[in-house]
């Protein structure tokens, strides 16, 4: 890229960056110094690509958001708290008004995440956007391995939601009435679980996050930990927005439905309580989907406890390898 596009590259990332304690050297030298303090940190990286993971003409605020919410889920999934973050940023040209917006929606974000941009790298190319975080974990990790029979299976939030949005991005993007402007907001605006992170730590035994559709990432889950699982599809939490808009597909919706970036956790029944109060005083609520096995295979039954066959999950928007 030409000087005078790095320099306007500089002017909306550098210098809206604030110095911080932990962050001795920051964006704008060869590279980042850190002072992590003691511990152990997780590190997490996501990217995203135009027409893979998010539709051609979404904004650039909501791309922006996008690339750091993604990545922030993963940290709470881990249990850590997300504090630096480094961008890598392919753009095709170099359009001011797209490149201010997409600053705003990923500075924003990155504020109220209590994140750092400690470095950037900018490179002509097809609109793609990666991000890593790195961060302290609240206690030991979270991984998806723990999860042992008997455990309780929560889920944070509602789900099906982003993927309804998503039909609606992929239709002329215009919502028809509230209900649908919140379905869209939901696929474009994913809200990392953040307050949910230490509560993991303290109380759950396996967790992921759901970018990818309950029944393809709780099988991850599930792998990981050599176990099986019985949810029940009735209790899958499904939004007023989702009913009001497609309540009849909406148990598929639910379980198979991308982009939700929830959190899904495995729970100790001791802990299930503590977990669930510490978490409503967070303003999350947490579902109790089902139970984890010792038999392998994971089982979906319907209201009369008749085994439902789960579609695979959704893919992303046009992905062949989400
Ligand atoms: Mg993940």
Known sequence: MSQREFDLIHDFFAKRVSPAEDLPVGIGDDGAVLSPGAGRLAWVIDTINEGVHFPPDASGAAVGHRALAVNLSDMVAMGAAPRWMLLSLSLPSVDEDWLSDFSDGLLALAEKAGVSLAGGDTTRGPLSVAVTLLGPLHGEAVTRGGARPGDRLLVSGTLGDARAGLDIALGDGQPADAVESELLHRYLYPQARLALS??????????????????????????????????????????????????????SLALSGGDDYEILCAVDPASVQAMVEAAAEQGVTLSDIGQV??????????????????????????????
């Open 293 to 322: 096995s010792a038999e392998p295979g994971l089982k979906v039954l319907d209201a009369n406890g008749r085994p439902v066959s789960p579609e695979s999950g959704f893919s992303h928007f046009g992905a062949e390898d989400a």
């Open 198 to 251: 230490p509560l993991l730590a303290r109380h759950a035994r396996a967790a992921i996050d759901l970018s990818d559709g309950l029944v393809g990432d709780l099988s991850h889950l599930l792998a990981a930990s050599g176990v099986g699982a019985e949810i029940h599809s009735h209790r899958l939490p499904r939004s007023r927005a989702l009913m009001a808009h497609a309540a009849e597909e909406s148990e």
